[in-house]
């Protein structure tokens, strides 16, 4: 097992580098199931959910050749197989992308449940209401999606909720199918636009991704494409709370600063000076955060998944904020831990009320999801003395060389191997 050491009370300063998006990342690589020829995809974040996509894209029959750590050419043309296990999907929320990448190929794909961060409930009746809209019959057997169709059709799909994973799923579907396919309510997030731009970069013809109204006019054939991931919104807006939750001074390159605007806007109102350049953002703060209040929403709105990093800042503000969760039902379960680490939060249905204390005090907590583990690093970073973090797998899901990066700016942060049962510890 692994677990991370923080010595914390330090600044963060200098300059990191952000790695292309997650998100785009694992919709991007199922996509190339649908070219007819081989594809190049460059600034892919080195993460476990990549890897884990790249295994099961081997698995169902691609060629999948490591160029360097952030290059993959990936040949799909002998692709046969449609089943996705329980094994390859579970750990991954994206894995459903396989469903409408291998029913857009084949007509037909199994694809066990998705899993994932653990928020609660995560239907996916926006995806199947989106495949049966093409034509496809949907049945659940042993566990298993099974989407499969004779012949698919353009049709109109409005969602009911905006959902990221149905609008990526049902692009993935329609991109090959005869006729016109609207997805209205669509959402609107970066890695939208990435996934559309990659596809058209092929020979795809989709238009108004990034709007509510999405139209897809089916072709018949996807020519191989070299293309670059775009930067990941959520790995920067993480290092510009790091930055300001220490009291730091912190140059965040290679970023879209457009898709950074509403962390930026919350940054200021906490008193953060945020600079903007073509590719970077610098965020310094020199003085205790005022409170501010805080609701997620689809894009453009506030990240929901920044939420929990935002709190954590919000935890030593001065005066009481309110944050609320305007996407997911459940995602307050970092509260307990950084409780532990001395914070005054209560939650209140999809609502955290959060009284600025002092300080945070170091303590042993847990990472209970990707970005409430993203928030554990934070508070460790904020909090004098040693917090241990456990289950850092969900942390290595998402951030790329994650205790390089914030070493490199100067925070204190160890890696370390124990053995559970004989509770030697070892470090890396
Ligand atoms: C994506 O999840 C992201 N994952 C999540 O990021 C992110 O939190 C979420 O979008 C919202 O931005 C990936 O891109 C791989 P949704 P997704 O479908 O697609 C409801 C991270 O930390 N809904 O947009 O699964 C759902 O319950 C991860 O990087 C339905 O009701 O999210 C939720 O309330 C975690 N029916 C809302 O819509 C459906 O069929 C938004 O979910 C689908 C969703």
Same mark, same amino acid.
């Given at each position: ?24 990342? #694992? ?19 080195? $993460? ?54 291998? %029913? ?26 989106? +495949? ?14 099974d989407a499969k169709a004779d012949e698919l059709r353009g049709s109109s799909i409005y969602l009911d909720v905006v959902s990221v994973g149905a609008t990526i799923n049902i692009m993935l579907a329609a991109v090959k199918v005869k ?71 912190? %140059? ?15 940054? !200021? ?5 945020? @600079?903007? +350049? @073509? ?8 003085? !205790? ?28 503000? @001065? ?25 005054? $939060? ?59 990066? +914030? ?8 890696? #370390? ?9 070892? !470090?890396?």
């Amino acid at each position: 097992m692994e677990k991370f050491v923080i010595s914390g009370g330090k600044p963060l300063k200098g300059t990191v580098h952000i790695s292309g998006a997650k998100n785009a990342a #694992v919709a991007v690589l199922p996509a190339v199931l649908l070219s007819d020829e081989p594809c190049t995809i460059e600034n892919l974040p080195n $993460i476990s959910d990549v890897s884990t996509i790249l295994q099961t894209m081997s698995a169902l029959g691609a060629k999948v050749k490591l160029i360097n750590k952030s290059t993959v050419e990936i040949d799909p043309r002998n692709v046969r197989s449609y089943v996705v296990t329980k094994q390859m999907a579970e750990g991954m929320r994206a894995s459903s992308y396989f469903m409408g990448a291998l %029913l857009g190929r084949m007509k037909h794909s199994r694809v066990a449940p998705p899993g994932g961060c653990d928020f609660g409930v995560r239907p996916i009746d926006q995806h199947i209401k989106g +495949f049966e809209a093409l034509g496809a019959k949907v049945t659940i057997e042993n566990g298993m999606v099974d989407a499969k169709a004779d012949e698919l059709r353009g049709s109109s799909i409005y969602l009911d909720v905006v959902s990221v994973g149905a609008t990526i799923n049902i692009m993935l579907a329609a991109v090959k199918v005869k006729g016109l396919t609207v997805i209205e309510n669509a959402a609107r997030e970066p890695h939208i636009v990435d996934l559309a731009n990659f596809l058209n970069s092929m020979g795809a013809d989709i238009m108004g991704a990034g709007t509510g109204m999405i139209k897809i006019r089916g072709v018949d054939y996807l020519k191989g494409a070299d293309y670059s991931i775009i930067p990941d919104q959520i790995e920067a807006g993480t290092y510009m709370v790091a930055a300001a939750a220490t009291m730091g001074d912190v %140059l965040i390159n290679n970023v879209t600063p457009k898709h950074l605007e509403s962390i930026a806007a919350k940054l !200021r109102e906490m008193g953060a000076l945020v @600079e903007e +350049f @073509e590719e970077a953002v610098r965020v310094k703060m020199s003085s !205790r955060p005022r409170k501010c209040n805080v609701k997620t929403m689809p894009h453009p709105g506030f990240p929901t998944d920044m939420q929990p990093q935002i709190a954590t800042i919000l935890a030593v503000a @001065e005066g009481t904020s309110i944050v609320t969760e305007g996407v997911w039902d459940s995602r307050f379960r970092y509260v307990e831990q950084l409780t532990l680490m001395g914070a005054d $939060i209560q939650v209140d249905g999809k609502m955290a009320v959060i009284t600025g204390v002092d300080a945070l005090s170091p303590a042993p907590v847990k990472a209970v999801d990707l970005r409430a583990g993203a928030a554990m690093l934070i508070a460790g970073m904020m909090a004098e003395g040693v917090t241990e973090i456990e289950e850092i797998d969900h942390i290595d899901r998402g951030y790329e060389e994650v205790v390089e990066k +914030f070493t490199a700016l100067g925070a204190d942060i160890k890696r #370390v191997y124990y053995d559970e049962n004989a509770g030697a510890l070892k !470090r890396a």
